[in-house]
């Protein structure tokens, strides 16, 4: 029948919708990753300064130690060396610097990066997607019910289109107003249908003997 071809259309748009949320999310994260990683290429210098300054460091120590051993001019002797591995330390401290602030840069670029599309998806698809969850819920409480569908139907004859409506029947609202049962049942699969839900069988009637 013509008031079940939205089905489909509807059950697809729904699972396209959700999937490309759950691409956007990767993407995104993969994205901010990425990011991090490539502005984590700018601490090489600071970790090649570090390594150089601290090996210098700990060299010119050696030396120093071992010229000061030299008597009576060793303690005049190892003051140069002292210096230039004080020196050599403030160079291993600035690649350490550079480091810390490349590390905070990255991480910033990266949270960065994320707030908007899990900010869409938190605040955007989320509260949508969890009102879709109640409204069906709600739906399929319904359809179980003994007067359910009645309601469903009074629901879709008070929000859907009247294109749809008309396919069911010309008097649609007069055949609802009669409690017309196959009125009533297409007009709450109809409702059910909008949901992406799929319409239990309607209760069997009685055969008369």
């Known amino acids: 029948m013509k008031i079940y071809a939205d089905r489909f259309p509807n059950a697809f748009r729904q699972f396209l919708t ?16 990425w990011l991090h990683d490539l502005v984590q290429k700018l601490a090489v210098p600071g970790q090649k300064l570090e390594g150089a300054g601290g090996g210098l460091a ?16 060793g303690d005049e002797l190892t ?20 480091q810390e602030l490349v590390d905070r840069l990255a991480l910033a670029l990266a949270v960065g990066l994320l707030i908007v599309p899990l900010g869409l998806v938190l ?28 309601l469903l139907a009074l629901r879709a004859l008070a929000g859907q289109p009247l294109r749809r409506l008309t396919r069911i029947s010309p008097d649609v609202a007069e055949a609802w107003r009669q409690g017309d049962e196959q009125t009533i049942n297409a007009l709450a699969a109809l409702e059910l249908h909008h949901l992406g839900l799929h319409p239990p069988p309607p209760p069997a009637t009685p055969t008369p003997r």
């Open 58 to 73: 700990d060299n010119l120590a050696e030396a120093g130690g071992k010229v000061g051993r030299v008597p009576l001019v």
């Open 79 to 98: 003051a140069p060396f002292e210096r230039a591995a004080d020196a050599a330390r403030s160079l291993a401290e600035a690649g350490r610097d550079q």
């Open 18 to 33: 959700d999937l490309l949320v759950v691409v956007w999310v990767y993407a995104s994260i993969r994205g901010a990753l």
């Open 123 to 150: 605040f955007g698809w989320l509260p949508l997607r969890v009102r879709w969850m109640c409204r069906a819920g709600s739906a399929a409480a319904l359809a179980a019910a003994p007067v359910g569908r009645d």
